[in-house]
């Protein structure tokens, strides 16, 4: 090619596929009305690329290809958004929402009826995008309300989001708020393909968003169905650069707008007249949850006015003009099929529920945890009785009440278990605490537990390596411990179900890969009692090498600030164990070597008062408090003027308040992942 014919027809034709493709996606993504196949959508696709590596002059930045994206990132630019991201007020009543309303009659110092734009609350992750001269510029999440981290890369990735806006009119300055979210049938699908992968599920729609956003490698996001709702402007009409087409005078309007500049925003949004309207708005998306393709948490009212939003404003970084109306937790009644008993890593033996499958929240739920043996007494639960399990935010499901009141007659005492129900030996009764324990260390439900923490994300990450492939393994009688995992030939797995050589040969580095994790993983990895993340990590600072920790005695583990006599205790009884020191000699013959750790260095929360307060959306809060440990801090539970740093979460209230009037910084949820390093 190169005469100036095929040049231009090139060009033409270069401009035709980025048009239909484009196209394509919003129709499939936005207007969920799909316009081609996925073959002709998967042809025209290719022949783009091919052309447009045949004509780089043609480069288009706003090219549907430029989505996948190339290179692995190490680590997240902050990005300070235009103007801080707000978070909105939370009421839980009628009665609540009847007072939000009276405040703003005060306020305006008018009673008039006001309409306002009534959406659903989408569980998802703020994201806000930056459109220069209508070119996607930047994607950046929340982060602490003022300064993000930029997401750009990833959020190209997400198809519902054009790279540029539709239409001739887009303004110089287009800052768009909005929601990543994911769908529950999407991810219930990709959780099931994780959990066969042997990767570790995730726990709701939102930590998969979250977690898929915040990948370093943009091949991950990009093959993760995340989507987006657009909700809010970021700039304002006074902020430079907001004029032209966006602004508006209204919510609705503001949608609409968005709307026509391709982008996919809230569905379910409806305007109502007046506040009667807003009760019965409720109601009705209370009814819609469930059948809605994706999670919502409540209902946004906000005023619809914009010029009654701006005579509002805002206070305490939320507006005064909009209002989330949460949903009380999701309960469903279904019946106790019967109580399943599992053995723990350490022994534990706990309850679970099987349950009679139920739909709720939009998922199918056939089991719940019970907690522990005393949960069972508390209930007053009996085997085959109907049961009501609930569901809040991003918890596991619950068994909350038996309903007594419907019982046949016929439901069972549950038996609690005198032997281990894998490998039958009596039970132990552990003195002051509530569980049941398998004292016998050889019992395969142990084995099998702790080869699932050898392989954990936390521990040796042995992706490939998760509960399914750990419990095969075992069944086919070619690992007795995680010694034996070092031992592995591609050709061991390759008869195995569902493995091939491909992913036999995957499974076989990835253990190589894990001979020289960094010595506190390979700690935390053994799964010693007593030691967790955070002693683990201690651990390798202190004694740097596995003989440093082989050779410590009682007396060096005690000099330890941190370590007290129950962990000191606990190393030294683990590892004079005799089958501890035959897997560890075993597994040091096969060539397992950690890498040393650095002597103890300032951890970034390093002599710190952590307090944690308010929801957290990523972590748990175990996790969170964990990780503070980890690096060096203390998690605190009361704010105090020795309190050094308050992490606040949705909710946040009260200690929000002590921690302003105290004068101690306050961060949020994201800034804390930062500086935690995550
Ligand atoms: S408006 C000016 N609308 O809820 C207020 N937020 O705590 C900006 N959210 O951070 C938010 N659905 O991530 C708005 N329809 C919706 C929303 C919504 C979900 C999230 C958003 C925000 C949080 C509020």
């Known amino acids: 090619m190169g005469g100036s014919a095929s040049r231009s027809q090139a060009r033409r034709r270069l401009e035709e596929l980025r048009r239909e493709i484009r196209e394509a996606d919003h129709a499939y993504y936005v207007l969920d009305r799909p316009s081609l196949t996925d073959a002709q959508y998967d042809e025209r696709y290719r022949e783009l690329t091919r052309l447009e590596a045949s004509w780089p002059e043609f480069d288009d930045p ?8 190339g290179a692995v990132a190490e680590g997240f630019e902050s990005f300070e958004h235009p103007t801080p991201m707000l978070s909105l007020n939370n009421v839980t009543s009628e009665e609540d929402f009847g007072e939000w309303v009276d405040a703003l009659d005060r306020f305006l110092k008018d009673e008039e009826e006001r309409a306002y734009s009534i959406e659903p609350k989408i ?38 989001i054009p790279p540029r806006l539709h239409g001739d009119d887009a303004p110089p300055l287009l800052v768009v708020r909005g929601e990543a979210y994911i769908r529950k049938s999407d991810f219930e699908q990709l959780n099931r393909q994780l959990e066969e992968d042997g990767a570790e599920p995730f726990a709701n729609p939102r930590n998969l ?20 709702f657009a909700y809010a402007l970021g700039a304002r009409a006074d902020a430079p650069g907001a004029e032209g087409g966006a602004v508006v005078d209204s919510q609705t309007r503001l949608l609409e707008r968005l709307r026509a500049f391709g982008l996919p925003t809230v569905s379910e949004s409806r305007r109502v007249e007046e506040r009667a309207g807003v009760a019965a708005a409720y109601a009705d998306l209370l009814a819609k949850r469930d059948a809605l393709p994706y999670e919502i948490d409540g209902m946004v009212a906000k005023v619809d006015d914009a010029e009654l939003q701006e005579r509002l404003g805002t206070r305490n970084r939320s507006p005064r003009w909009a209002v989330a109306w949460k949903f009380p937790p999701q309960r469903a009644a279904t019946r106790l099929l019967r109580v399943v008993w599992s053995v723990g890593r350490t022994g534990t033996i706990t309850p679970r529920a099987d349950l009679e499958p139920v739909r709720l929240a939009g998922v199918t739920v056939s089991s719940a945890t019970l907690h522990n043996v005393d949960e069972l007494g508390r209930l007053g639960l009996r085997e085959g009785d109907p049961v009501v399990v609930e569901r809040a935010g991003d918890v596991i499901p619950r068994v909350v009440e038996v309903e007594e009141a419907k019982r046949s007659g016929s439901e069972r005492e549950i038996v609690v278990p005198e032997t281990c129900p894998v490998c039958d030996t009596p039970v132990e009764r552990v003195e002051g605490r509530v569980a049941i324990r398998c004292p016998n260390f050889a019992c395969p439900a142990q084995i099998v537990r702790h080869l699932q923490h050898f392989a954990s994300r936390l521990g040796l990450d042995i992706r490939g390596l998760g509960e399914k492939q750990t419990q095969q393994l075992w069944d086919a009688g070619l690992v007795k411990d995680a010694a034996d995992l070092f031992r592995l030939r591609p050709e061991d797995l390759e008869g195995l179900e569902r493995w091939g050589a491909k992913s036999a040969k995957n499974l076989v580095e990835q253990i190589d890969q894990a001979r020289t994790r960094p010595l506190h993983r390979f700690l935390y990895a053994l799964g010693i009692p007593e030691v967790g993340e955070r002693g683990a990590k201690i651990l390798a600072r202190t004694f740097s090498t596995l003989d440093g920790v082989l050779e410590a005695d009682r007396e060096h583990l005690l000099e330890i600030d941190e370590v007290g006599e129950t962990m000191a205790d606990a190393v030294l009884h683990w590892f004079a164990d005799e089958r501890n020191a035959d897997m560890l000699a075993r597994m040091r013959e096969a060539g397992v070597d950690p890498e040393p750790a650095e002597a103890a260095g300032a951890g970034a929360f390093e002599g710190l008062t952590v307090v944690f307060t308010g929801k957290l959306e990523t972590l748990s809060r175990s996790e969170a408090k964990e990780r503070v440990e980890a690096l060096g801090g203390r998690a605190g539970s009361s704010i105090s003027s020795r309190t050094d740093l308050v992490v606040l979460g949705p909710g946040a209230g009260g200690k929000q308040k002590k921690a302003e009037e105290l004068g101690v910084e306050t961060i949020d949820e994201e800034e804390f992942l930062r500086r935690a390093g995550a």
Do not use: H, K, M, W
């Open 62 to 69: 706003g090219s549907p290809t430029r989505r996948v994206p």
């Open 123 to 160: 569980d998802g992750v703020s994201l806000e995008l930056v459109y220069r001269d209508g070119l996607l510029e930047t994607a950046a999440t929340r982060g602490d309300g003022f300064r993000g981290e930029d997401v750009t890369t990833n959020a190209r990735t997400i198809r519902s």
């Open 209 to 228: 968003c979250a977690g898929s956003l915040r990948q370093l490698d943009p091949a991950i996001p990009a093959n993760r169905p995340i989507r987006y």
